[in-house]
């Protein structure tokens, strides 16, 4: 069975630092593996995605991904992170027919 | 990116009446269409996948009779809540994907409430 862990649930970043979300997968092959951002109320954004081929993805709003695949992970990184990057934040993992979502990490950004 | 529409945005209902969530695909054909509900703070759940023209294909534990779905054409899907309870109040979520594309594209979500 195929499975999403995101193990922060809440991560709080200074204007301007670094972030780094964490995205770990079980899946039976290699999935393809998308990063979403909800902001409160609304629906999901596409941030990034990966099916194969070059494994350091970039997305929209500054962000990119590394796909792992010794470590089965796709974390999501971005180098200086704005206040209107907070949002909730799902990593998901699938195929032609259905997607899993990890639980989410909330980002809030201090001043 | 393609660009889904729900409506409404959100809606509420009395206990025992029936509601009607569309689902559209504004510049793409969607050959599949999936319905996802979200509790606060938690993730999305997938309730069924739907493929245009065919019936719905449900997850384990989601009532088909209580949750009917119907994809009549390449742009709407329609998510219909029978007989609504207050325990079915929750944020309701489409997604549609493409011929040309893998990835799923989300609508902005749709909010009921069963007073």
């Not at chain 1, 630092?17 to 998308?34: D, V």
């Not at chain 1, 974390?75 to 990057?85: Q, T, Y």
């Not at chain 2, 529409?5 to 025992?16: E, F, R």
Request: hydrophobic share 35%; glycine share 8%; charged share 15%.
């Amino acid at each position: 069975a195929q499975s999403v862990t995101q193990p922060d649930i809440h991560i709080t970043v200074s204007e301007g630092a670094s972030l780094e979300l964490r995205c770990n997968y079980s899946y039976g092959a290699t999935p393809y593996l998308f990063w979403y951002v909800q902001s409160p109320g609304q629906g999901l954004q596409l941030l990034l995605k990966y099916f194969s081929g070059d494994t350091l993805v970039q997305g929209i709003k500054g962000f990119e991904a590394e796909f792992k695949r010794s470590q089965s992970s796709f974390n999501l990184r971005k180098p200086s992170v704005h206040w209107s990057d907070a949002a909730e934040y799902f990593c998901a993992v699938g195929n032609d027919y259905k997607l899993s979502f990890g639980a989410g990490t909330t980002v809030t950004v201090r001043a | 990116g393609a660009v889904v529409s729900q409506h409404p945005s959100w809606v509420i209902c009395k206990s025992g009446t029936s509601v009607k969530i569309e689902c559209r695909s504004l510049d793409f054909q969607a050959t599949t269409m999936f319905w996802y509900r979200q509790f606060p703070k938690q993730s999305l759940m997938l309730m069924a996948t739907s493929n245009e023209g065919s019936k719905a294909t449900y997850e384990q534990g989601v009532e088909k009779d209580k949750f009917l779905i119907n994809h009549a054409s390449l742009t709407l899907s329609t998510l219909t809540v029978t007989s609504a309870h207050p325990e079915d109040s929750s944020f309701y979520i489409c997604s549609a994907r493409g011929l040309e594309f893998l990835e799923q594209y989300f609508g902005p979500g749709t909010r009921l409430t069963v007073t």
